[in-house]
């Protein structure tokens, strides 16, 4: 059995999964990354083919990245206090401001609160959790751009996107706790939070799924006239998806108002970003629909804001779609918490990533730029900032202390929650025999 110890080039990763059926998704879950051993033994057919060109710098289409390379599109440490981004955000009123703060650090502390809650193993927490960590600017400059009844097609990782437009922090602490006065009545958990009253129409554990949801949203904005507009949120990983481009294509084709919101934080599960990426952006893949196009500091807020502020113009004045690019860096695993510790930010020691890029990404964190860009613009003070950091975070703990003493659901609401035909399919499966009456985990 032949096997490889150097390096995978991008031409042979796209043999192996081509020989084995393979996805992506399929390597990201077997383990094999760029550096690590694998077996070549399965390989048959397919010539490498030099006639086809493969971008060889930026994030994507890299056949040499290496884990650490993130660190070469680090942004810079500061928000520039001047340039057309940061003087969009200045033009806004201070309570708006002071908002937008609060829900990033709403998201930042909420997050933090359920990762020391699930280690720490003290209400036996359980289920998939992706947090948003490192990644907030995003969610908060896009719905500071937005109207709340614009709708918003969240994914696995949409914690911060909920609570960016509105989400209720007792639904959610509820519902991680699977609890009956969750958003999902405890029969949810983390993945499938939805609040309709505020145009959040999900997170969604089926990764690409967020295009079709927005466009949906949009077409029917349309046909109503209502102006509103469709936001999908996706990472680098989901832009591999074969729905995304006829998604971009179609909505460009109607000239539907919405806005693809890429989430760039370079690690798909653990497949480096430069594996899923043939383009050096994520935004270039759809240049040739002639749609606006924006590729942004995911971790400056103004950029996000003033990118989508622009997107949100473009779409309610009616010619279409845009896209935007947001770079940044999720702080902990893809999911759960290896490598996290209670009282510790961020997740170290991760087989893929080094912790020296971590770091780097760390001492970028968006919401302390935000802070120090309001202070140093002398649109708040340390003093204010406090107080609202306090805030969100009683709003935190008040929310787990409410998620404790909700009750349990009762196991036949979960039927009285599935069928269209609720009373008839309940008696139905009541009248089985051998239901089960408790929970088991
Ligand atoms: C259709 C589908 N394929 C695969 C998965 C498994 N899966 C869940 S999250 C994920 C990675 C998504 O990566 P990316 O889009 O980069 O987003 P990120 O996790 O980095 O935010 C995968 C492959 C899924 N949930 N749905």
Known sequence: MATTTSRIDRRTLLKLMGSAGATATVISTTGCSIGQSVSASGLTGGKFDKSVPLATEGPGGNSAWMPGDAVKFLPPSDIPTRGPAADAMAELPKEKLLRMYELMSASRKWETAMKDLFLSAKDNLYGAFHTYIGEEAIAVGVMGALNDDDYIASTHRGHGHLIAKGGDLNKMSAEIFFKATGYNKGYGGSMHITDMSKGIMGMN??????????????????????????????????????????????????????????????????????????????????????????????????????????????????????????????????????????????????PYRSDEEVKQWMSRDPNVRYKNWLVAKGLASDAELAEIDKKAQAAVEASIEFARKSEDPKPEDGVLNTYANQAAEATQFFNRKNIPTARTT
């Open 205 to 350: 554990g089926i990764v690409g799924a967020s295009y079709y949801m927005a466009a949906g949203a949009a077409l029917r904005a349309q046909v109503k006239g209502t102006k509103q507009v469709g936001v999908a949120f996706f990472g680098d990983g989901a832009s591999a998806s074969p729905y995304y481009f006829s998604a971009v294509r179609s909505c460009a084709n109607m000239k539907l108002p919405v806005i693809f919101v890429a989430e760039n934080n370079f690690q798909y599960m653990g497949v480096p970003m430069a594996l899923t990426v043939p383009t050096k952006y994520i935004s270039e893949y759809t240049k040739g629909l002639a749609i606006p196009h924006h590729l942004v500091d995911g971790n400056d807020v103004s950029a996000v804001y003033a990118a989508t502020r622009e997107a949100v113009e473009w779409a309610r004045a009616g010619h279409g779609p845009t896209v935007i690019e947001g770079m940044t860096y999720r702080w902990y695993d893809h999911a759960g918490f290896a490598g996290g510790r209670v009282g510790q930010d961020a997740a170290m020691g991760l």
